[in-house]
């Protein structure tokens, strides 16, 4: 026992310095997986520091604002900027390369008012073009006030009390912390932490089962004396390792990411400093666990690394799918979403970004269901080990 | 000293669909069934899944004592390498018994690979490593301190004319320079028992002598009186090296001894004749004696005269 789980660390040891060598790979991981997160949230941030941009410049484009007056002192009076839209306006919204939503306002506006026939006004957005779609409401918010503005000044002249015409009162009362707010933009977060640690597996597990096979090292390596299920142990802790290497990098890749954060109010909002981090990590080293083991899995059965690519996109797209039924809202949270591996640390992380406490329920089944992958994984690879030296 | 006592083995054919599993194959590796003479019909039709089985070793013996060579000759697909992998433990034996230094291959496995270097066919290092760290995770995993595996990385590479190779990475290396760094690796833990699977594949001349050299000391007393199995399909190996021959051909041992008892047993003065007759029967021989003399090519399938 003590021989083998010498022999345990001897393979650990050789296969992580042999991983950590390859430069060109970790490289390519380190950028494409660890430094994807930042990036986007900067990305996110700019977003919406120009949307919040527009809200404060308070200005509406209105095309035609010469045949209605009366608006335009309304307007003017919220201290709106009140600007011409451009002629081809629909056209540039389309190819959204015009960001506000325009008031179209018909010819004979001013005289329809005055006759009671309730014009009709346009607020001409495009849904596709997501950034006009984000101050639609504004907009819409902005003329209602005018419309009430008219009807109590009428019911003002008939002696009409205004509060007949608001029978009830209606008041917003939201139950989302900022915090929980903030996850709908920063939602996506735990997607891109948990994409590193599968491609932080990935590689490292094919090199060491099909790229083992595929070198024709793999039969030498089955004529030592150490026990099949400590070389499989050994190769699969250093995939570990790797893996769990880039898990911890791209969640600490998150900490300097929010100081350059553009909008104050996101980052006001984005709470993620190393009490986050570290929950992160605790809930993403079972998962880098589970995936190196499922990975080598995979992989054991083929005979080339390419083969083993090709393979292991089962994998990749499964890690890559499930968590997106939590970021589309699919039904909402479902006690099934814990026992999917992925799917389950998603919802843990986005728990963790929203301040939410997690129960003991929470941690036991995840890391449950990654442990039994992991020794199932690991007892496939060891099993299958001989027959593929020899195939 | 190892033993072999009619092993046999047989695989399951692969089915006709996958014969495009022929492409997938790198180069150097083989299959299972690489030694397989032919595909049994009477078999097939007696299992119950009616699945066609590959012979890839019928009834192959070997006897190699201590201090001796023994080569294991024998065309391609004799079976050769079934057998040294039955022997290192790799696939088990559908019948016969493997001892090595009188331990059971089947029942004892690790012990016998403790006491045994194995050359197997295909021989990959890891190109991110150095040839000495190649050869010192071997002798790790042979439970070596890392000191005394260095120090007999060393010894290895002055034995093999490679200390120039060491510390450099394996990827850029050559044929010759991989088999030396494979061989130093089979044997960092000085094994009583060595077993060589066509060593010479892919060398140069001067690669096959120095190796013809290493292998004739460590038969010596100061060598350690290894036993050395050494098996080839090259006839001058053999004669050039071995102190007995064992010739296998379509899975079967079908003569053992010196290279000068065999040339006695078929009459032959030429190695190469007596092998061509041992293997593939006397037959063979002659139908290959007639085309070398007569002009027109024989009728009848190659009938004795």
């Known amino acids: 026992m003590r021989r083998s789980l010498a022999a345990v660390l001897v393979v650990l040891r050789k296969e992580l310095s042999d991983a950590l060598r390859d430069r060109r790979t970790l490289a390519t991981v380190v950028v494409s997986s660890v430094l994807m997160g930042p990036l986007v949230l900067l990305a996110i941030s700019g977003l919406v520091a120009s949307l919040e941009s527009r809200a404060e410049q308070r200005e509406v484009y209105v095309a035609g604002i010469a045949n209605a007056p009366t608006l335009r002192n309304f307007l003017e009076r919220q201290t709106y900027i009140v600007k011409e839209a451009p002629a081809d306006f629909e056209a540039r919204l389309r190819r959204s390369t015009f960001s506000d939503p325009v008031v179209v306002v018909p010819a004979d506006f001013e005289a329809a008012l005055v006759r009671g026939d309730s014009p009709v006004v346009e607020i001409v957005s495009d849904s596709a073009n997501q950034r006009s779609e984000a101050s639609t409401t504004r907009i819409e918010r902005l003329l209602g006030g005018f419309s009430r503005e008219r009807a109590l000044l009428s019911l003002a002249l008939r002696g009409v009390s205004a509060q007949l015409l608001e029978p009830m009162q209606i008041e917003d009362r939201d139950l989302a912390s900022t915090q929980t707010r903030a996850t709908r933009i920063t939602g996506m977060l735990p997607y891109f932490v948990m994409m590193a640690v599968l491609y932080g597996a990935l590689n490292a597990a094919l090199d060491t089962t099909a790229g083992e096979r595929e070198r024709g090292s793999l039969e030498p390596l089955l004529m030592n004396p150490a026990e099949r299920w400590a070389l499989v142990a050994g190769k699969w802790g250093a995939v570990a390792c790797v893996s769990m290497l880039i898990a911890v990098l791209s969640c600490l890749s998150f900490l300097p990411g929010q100081w350059v954060l553009r909008s104050d109010t996101l980052a006001a909002m984005f709470q993620y400093g190393p009490r986050e981090a570290a929950l992160f990590i605790v809930i993403l080293l079972p998962l880098a666990a589970a995936l190196a083991a499922v990975l080598m899995a995979v992989a054991i059965r083929c005979r080339t690394f390419k083969e083993a690519q090709a393979t292991s996109t089962v994998v990749v797209l499964a890690v890559s799918l499930l968590p997106l039924v939590n970021v589309f809202d699919l039904g909402g949270e479902a006690p099934w979403h814990l026992w999917a591996p992925a799917l389950a640390q998603n919802t843990l992380m986005t728990r963790v970004l929203k301040g939410e406490a997690l129960g003991a329920e929470q941690v036991v089944i995840p890391l449950t269901v990654c442990l039994a992958l992991t020794a199932l994984g690991v007892w496939y690879v060891a099993r299958e080990l001989q027959r593929a030296a020899v195939k | ?305």
Request: proline content about 6%; glycine content about 10%.
């Open chain 2, 1 to 305: 000293m190892i033993e072999i006592r009619s092993v046999a083995k047989s695989f399951a054919a692969p089915a006709p669909p996958r014969r495009a599993t022929w492409a997938g194959r790198g180069s150097g590796e083989r299959g299972p069934a690489a030694g397989a003479d032919a595909i049994d019909g009477a078999d097939a039709a007696r299992t119950p899944a009616r699945e066609p089985r590959v012979h890839a070793v019928r009834d192959v013996s070997l006897d190699a004592p201590d201090g001796r060579i023994t080569g294991l000759l024998g065309p391609n697909g004799a079976g050769k390498t079934t057998t040294l992998r039955m022997l290192a433990a790799l696939i088990a034996p559908d019948a016969g018994t493997m001892r090595v230094d009188g331990i059971d291959v089947v029942a004892r496995p690790r012990e016998v690979l403790a006491r045994t270097g194995f050359l197997s066919d295909s021989r990959g290092l890891y190109p991110r490593l150095t040839a000495r760290e190649n050869i010192v995770y071997y002798g790790a995993l042979h439970g070596m301190e890392r000191e005394a595996a260095d120090a007999r990385a060393q010894d290895l590479a002055r034995m093999f004319d490679m200390t120039a190779l060491l510390d450099r990475r394996a990827a850029g290396f050559s044929q010759g320079e991989r088999m030396k760094t494979a061989l130093a690796r089979a044997l960092v833990h000085d094994p009583a028992n060595i077993v060589l699977d066509e060593p010479t594949n892919g060398l140069d001349v001067l690669a096959t002598r120095a190796l013809r050299e290493s292998l004739r000391w460590l038969r010596t007393p100061e060598g350690g009186s290894k036993c050395i199995v050494f098996s080839t399909h090259i006839m001058q190996e053999v004669e050039r090296l071995c102190d007995s021959v064992v010739v296998v051909a379509r899975g079967r041992t079908v003569a053992t001894g010196a290279v000068a008892e065999l040339l006695a047993e078929t009459g032959e003065s030429d190695f190469e004749e007596a092998f061509v007759k041992l293997a593939f029967g006397p037959e063979r021989a002659i139908a290959h004696d007639k085309n070398e003399h007569r002009v027109e090519p024989p009728r009848g399938g190659g009938a004795p005269p």
